[in-house]
């Protein structure tokens, strides 16, 4: 997946997660719909000052637009999933998120156990 096309699933999976439409977005950040479209496609990557105009109205820091992890250039599903994953816990309180880690580790503690046997 190029990075183009992981930075707009980025922006298009954390508008989501706020609830915003595209419309919203582009007034928040001062560009327009189509741009905004265009970015979460994969067509454009967003300058560095939109970049910052992004992470003020999703409330997050510029460099997680980018922070795809080593898998993502070989594993374009999985790259997808951490991604989703990682915006999914934002709206998690740090209890919440205490439990999930915990139910995270137990299905990984289990899936490492089964298949040694």
């Not at 922006?11 to 560009?31: F, N, W």
């Not at 994969?42 to 992470?55: D, H, I, V, Y």
């Amino acid at each position: 997946m190029s990075l183009k096309r992981r930075v707009g699933h980025r922006i298009k999976l954390a508008r989501q997660r706020r609830g915003l439409s595209q419309e919203d977005l582009a007034e928040r950040i001062d560009r327009s719909v189509a741009a905004v479209s265009n970015m979460e496609r994969g067509r454009t990557l967003p300058s560095f000052m939109t970049l910052e105009r992004l992470a003020r109205a999703f409330d997050m820091p510029v460099r997680e637009f980018f922070d795809f992890g080593p898998e993502a250039d070989d594993n374009p599903k999985r790259s997808r999933l951490v991604t989703e994953l990682v915006e999914a816990t934002r709206l998690l309180s740090d209890t919440d998120l205490e439990l999930a880690l915990d139910q995270m580790q137990a299905i990984a503690r289990s899936r490492h156990r089964g298949r040694r046997r």
